[in-house]
C-alpha cells in the first residue's frame, strides 16, 4: 500500500470539536504533506514537512495544525476554527534530495461534519 | 506560487480511442511533472512523470509531453479501456512543493 498508512478511514466531527487525523510512514521520506480534497477543486496543500520538528503553511493552512516530531509520523489536527471541514484528506510523503522525487500518497481519511 | 490549469473538466471516449488531457503551468521553476489517476474514494497514484529535461516519456499505452517554452504539458492514453475510467491529475513540482491541477474525469465507454 505504499508504506502510507492514514486512520481513520472515516472520521465524524461534531460542533466546536478537534479532531487529529493520523499519517504514518515507514518509506524513510524526509518530507510530508497534508492535501485536502473536495469535489472538482483537485487538491490543495495544507501544511508540509520537510524536516522532523520543522513544518510549513501551505494555501489552507487557516483552522489546521500539525506536529513533525518524528519522521516517521506528521498528525494533522482539524480545530474547531476551520469551519468547513467536510473534506477527504490526503497524507502524502516524498524523499529528499537534490531533486524532486515522486510523491506517494496515503489512502485518505474521509471527515464528515455531525 | 505556482498556478497549474487542467482541461477539459471532463472526458468521453469510446472503448479504443484515444483521450488527451492538457495542462499548463506558470512557474518557469517546476521542472517535475506527474500525472496521476484516482478511482472514487481512492488514493492518488502515479501513473508517468516527467523531467524538465525530457520533451517526451512513454509507458504502454501511456505517453507524456513536455513544452517548456510553452509551459504546458500533456497525458495520452491509446486504446482507451473501461478501467481507464477515473480521475487525473497533473502536477509542477519544484524543490519539493507539488502544485496540482484541478481533475479530469475520463469515462471510456464500452
Known amino acids: 500500500d505504499g508504506g502510507i498508512t492514514q486512520s481513520p478511514k472515516y472520521l465524524f466531527r461534531k460542533e466546536g470539536q478537534n479532531v487529529t487525523l493520523s499519517c504514518e510512514q515507514n518509506l524513510n521520506h524526509d518530507a510530508m504533506y497534508w492535501y485536502r480534497q473536495d469535489p472538482g477543486q483537485g487538491l490543495r496543500l495544507i501544511y508540509y514537512s520537510q524536516i522532523v520538528n520543522d513544518f510549513q503553511k501551505g494555501d489552507i493552512a487557516e483552522g489546521y495544525s500539525v506536529s513533525r516530531e518524528k519522521k516517521e509520523s506528521f498528525p494533522l489536527t482539524v480545530t474547531s476554527a476551520q469551519k468547513n471541514p467536510t473534506a477527504f484528506y490526503l497524507c502524502?510523503?516524498?524523499?529528499?534530495?537534490?531533486?524532486?522525487?515522486?510523491?506517494?500518497f496515503g489512502s485518505g481519511t474521509q471527515l464528515s461534519v455531525l | 506560487g505556482e498556478n497549474v490549469e487542467q482541461h477539459p473538466s471532463t472526458l468521453s471516449v469510446q472503448e479504443g480511442d484515444s483521450a488527451v488531457i492538457k495542462c499548463t503551468y506558470s512557474?518557469?521553476?517546476?521542472?517535475?511533472f506527474p500525472w496521476y489517476k484516482q478511482e472514487l474514494g481512492k488514493r492518488p497514484q502515479l501513473i508517468i512523470d516527467?523531467?524538465?529535461?525530457?520533451g517526451e516519456k512513454k509507458d504502454q499505452r501511456i505517453a507524456v509531453t513536455l513544452n517548456k517554452t510553452a509551459k504546458h504539458f500533456s497525458l495520452h492514453i491509446t486504446e482507451t479501456q473501461p478501467e481507464d475510467s477515473a480521475v487525473y491529475f497533473c502536477?509542477?513540482?519544484?524543490?519539493?512543493?507539488?502544485?496540482f491541477g484541478t481533475g479530469t474525469s475520463l469515462t471510456v465507454i464500452p
Open positions: 502536477a509542477a513540482s519544484s524543490w519539493n512543493q507539488f502544485y
Open positions: 512557474d518557469s521553476a517546476s521542472n517535475y
Open positions: 516527467i523531467r524538465s529535461n525530457v
Open positions: 502524502a510523503s516524498s524523499l529528499q534530495g537534490g531533486r524532486v522525487e515522486k510523491l506517494f
